[in-house]
């Protein structure tokens, strides 16, 4: 059974129905109990970083996933799930999980597109990501697949190696990040056709151990 942590962050019910529609079995729940008896784990979300990673610490999911990691259960974050598994956000100063060294930061004003025209933020709609390193999770993704995102902020990570892909904003920034049994990206892959449909396929069949393999 695969988790879908529920910290009052919405963004839930369409990764729910994508991963039904893939005939996995999920659950979206804030019971701990559940959460340990999981197989998998997935925390999506959109909104604030500081509320939610409040939110996590109030419910004790923090614990649960920080269990769940040490486990060497798969887990993948999605769009503010992933912001928040860094230290810190510069949306609001918020101090997050600390899964990754490293932080969340807005993109810089006056950052401009190849061409040279003003970008537009939050950075809304489909872009393609570069990946710097194979990963099970993409296995069978189109290198020219383009993904949902909606965002203002995206993670900044103290390790290099800890970027699996980058996209390409006014500059290049981490759209996937992951160590060991933890992948994380900043698009929405229940919202981005079939590459994303992938993406969710590769995850469920994921075992969490080969991720190291890859580096």
Known sequence: MIAIINYEAGNLT?????????????????????????????????????????????????????????????????????QIIFE??????????????????????????????????????????????????????????EFYFVHSYHPAPARAEDIVGQTFHGRDFASVVARDNLVAMQFHPEKSGRPGLQILRNFIAWDGKEAADAI
């Open 14 to 82: 369409s990764v729910e129905r994508a991963l039904r529609g893939l005939g996995a079995d999920c659950l979206i729940t804030q019971d701990l109990a559940r959460i340990a008896d999981a197989e998998r784990v997935i925390f999506p979300g959109v909104g604030a970083a500081g509320s939610a990673a409040e939110s996590m610490r109030r419910l004790g999911l923090d614990r649960a996933l920080r269990q769940a990691l040490a486990a060497g259960k798969p887990i993948m974050g999605i769009c503010l799930g992933t």
């Open 88 to 145: 810190s956000s510069e949306e609001g100063d918020a101090v997050c999980l600390g899964l990754l060294p490293g932080q969340t930061i807005r993109f810089a004003d006056g950052l401009t597109d190849e061409d040279g025209r003003a970008i537009k933020i939050p950075h809304m709609g489909w872009n393609s990501v570069r990946l710097l390193r194979p990963h099970p999770v993409f296995a069978g993704v189109p290198a020219d697949a």
